[in-house]
């Protein structure tokens, strides 16, 4: 039982959520008041971006859906709707990673940062499904913009921190 | 290979199954949801209150790169317009009180009359669509979902989730707001001059009771304001008395009392003004004027007690046929200033066992 709980304790989706934790404390104090042009950034995208980016699609997702399901949880929006949109934030920029075998950093870079802008667009919209319109407008254009810059600036140490929390221990002449 | 295919594209599809179970549950009110956000409240308020005062420096120093200039030039500004207030404030004041006191006698609801708790704002909405703000009074101190939330100024918004001691507000500004409102409009801006009293024929209390006969008199006050919207004693000052054998009935001159209009108030977003829809079709766009007062309408099923100051009409779009005019809203609390927060402890009907 208590070997077990050490197993959970020391699995890489366990440092997920703490990191997770970490990540929305700095969205919902340092970044809600840091506004660049009046447009919060999402940090918390980015960081979903990157685990998607240096990983495969299913961890990009589940990275998404947990990420996002803390969000919702401390937001006043349905709960389940930030989970979708870092869901599909995570494992588009896995998708979009695919089709190269070895990525350059800015290729990297530069998928993070559409992904993460990619959120920005598809939570107005999956928002706007469930009945609260009122949110697609000219200015999400502007929020996309911030987000895609604030990714190329922060990429470099969320790719770190991601890579960290998702590896995986790797036990040598184990089968 | 397939078989890590089928692997994935299963657990994709449970996510989004999980999402979109999750987004129900939540839209159908479920009190499951409602205790999962408070158990994650409990876990994440040290976390977050931990990396705020962490963070604090580097926010205080963007703010400070930010906006000193603009500081700057407020602080002259406002310096300028407390001089000017100083004296206004005193009046108004005096003036708010009577009218309490003139509601409280008539046995009509004030917001004297309701308690309330004094907050302070301590973190933004961190989307980009959303528009809250958290305070730092949750049920501990009494707050409750629905509660209406009011600055200096005027209404702001209302408690849309609350937390041990912290509660989340959703701004006045948000799509997903809206409250029955009224538009208090005057006939002109000119000063009100009420018809002529002769003084020696105003009727004592005695007279109109012993009164056998229908008698007409009529009242003469000079009322002037600069007030826009509001007929200081327009409704007050008995313009007609008929006295009948049994009983005496006074009728105000409807056509010197303001004209209200009730509507519904709509957040359209952030840096847009506000709108009220739903107008009677009737209402004439040049009856309302730019500058008009809006308040909550109240009413047992309002979101907010009667009276509350809103803003003003910046704009009067008229649209043709049947639907009446929209009205644009400048709000007298700057929304994006926000520090420190009344909760009014007056929980509507609609929003009661939540």
Redesign the interface.
């Known amino acids: 039982m208590f070997e077990r709980l050490v197993a959970v304790v020391r699995s890489r989706w366990f440092r997920m959520v703490l990191v997770s934790l970490s990540v929305l404390s700095l969205q919902t104090t340092l970044f809600s008041e840091v506004r660049p042009f009046g447009y919060a950034v999402q940090i918390l995208a980015i960081f979903v971006a990157c685990a998607g980016a240096t990983h495969d699609v299913y961890t990009g997702a589940v990275a998404g859906f947990v990420s996002g399901f803390m969000y919702d949880a401390i937001l006043a929006t349905p709960l389940g709707i930030s989970a979708l949109v870092l869901g599909v934030v995570g494992a588009g920029a896995a998708v979009m990673l695919q089709p190269f075998r070895d990525p350059t950093w800015w290729l990297r870079l530069l998928v993070i940062g559409v992904a993460a802008a990619l959120g920005e667009v598809v939570t107005p919209l999956v928002k706007a499904v469930v009945g609260l319109d009122g949110w697609l407008e000219w200015r999400i254009l502007g929020a996309m913009f911030v987000t895609f810059g604030a990714a190329c600036l922060f990429a470099a140490p969320m790719i770190s921190l991601a890579r960290w929390t998702l590896r995986e221990k790797v036990i040598y002449g184990s089968r | 290979m397939a078989q890590n295919k089928t692997?994935?594209r299963r657990?994709?599809v449970l996510?989004?199954l999980?999402?979109?179970?999750?987004?129900t549950?939540?839209?159908s009110d479920s009190s499951s949801?409602s205790q999962?956000?408070r158990v994650?409240?409990t876990v994440?308020s040290p976390?977050?209150n931990?990396?705020?005062v962490v963070?604090r420096p580097?926010?205080g120093a963007?703010?400070a790169f930010r906006e000193y200039d603009d500081v700057v030039a407020e602080n002259n500004r406002l310096q300028e317009q407390v001089a000017l207030q100083e004296g206004a404030a005193v009046a108004a004041a005096a003036s708010v009180r009577l009218s309490q006191e003139l509601l409280a006698l008539n046995g009509l609801p004030t917001l004297a009359g309701i308690n309330s708790v004094t907050a302070q704002v301590i973190?933004?909405?961190?989307?980009?669509?959303?528009q809250?703000v958290?305070i730092n009074q949750g049920s501990n101190t009494g707050v409750k979902v629905g509660m209406p939330v009011l600055n200096a100024a005027g209404l702001i918004g209302k408690v849309?989730?609350v937390f041990a001691d912290r509660s989340?507000v959703?701004l006045i500004s948000d799509?997903?707001y809206a409250l029955s409102v009224k538009v208090v409009t005057m006939s002109s801006r000119t000063p009100i001059t009420l018809p002529a009293l002769e003084t020696q024929d105003a009727p004592t209390v005695d007279s109109v009771l012993d009164t056998k006969d229908t008698t007409t008199t009529s009242s003469s006050t000079t009322t002037t304001t600069t007030i826009l919207g509001f007929t200081p004693s327009a409704t007050t000052v008995p313009a007609e008395v008929v006295a009948g054998a049994k009983s005496n009935i006074t009728v105000p001159l409807a056509s010197q009392l303001a004209v209200r209009e009730t509507g519904i108030l709509e957040?359209?977003?952030?840096?847009m003004r506000p709108v009220v829809r739903f107008l009677d079709a009737s209402t004439r766009a040049s009856a309302i004027e730019v500058g008009a007062p809006i308040v909550s309408s109240g009413g047992s099923r309002s979101l907010a007690p009667p009276d509350v100051v809103i803003g003003v009409v910046s704009r009067v779009v008229e649209r043709l046929g049947t639907a009446g005019p929209i009205l644009e809203i400048d709000l007298v609390a700057d929304l994006s200033n926000l520090s420190f927060l009344r909760v009014l402890l007056y929980q509507p009907i609609t929003e009661s066992g939540r």
């Open positions: 692997n994935l657990a994709i996510l989004a999980a999402s979109v179970f999750f987004i549950l939540d839209l949801t999962i956000r994650f409240g994440f976390i977050e931990v990396t705020r963070t580097l926010s963007w703010n973190g933004e909405t961190p989307t980009n669509f959303s809250t958290e849309t989730e989340l959703m799509p997903d957040g359209r977003g952030r840096g």
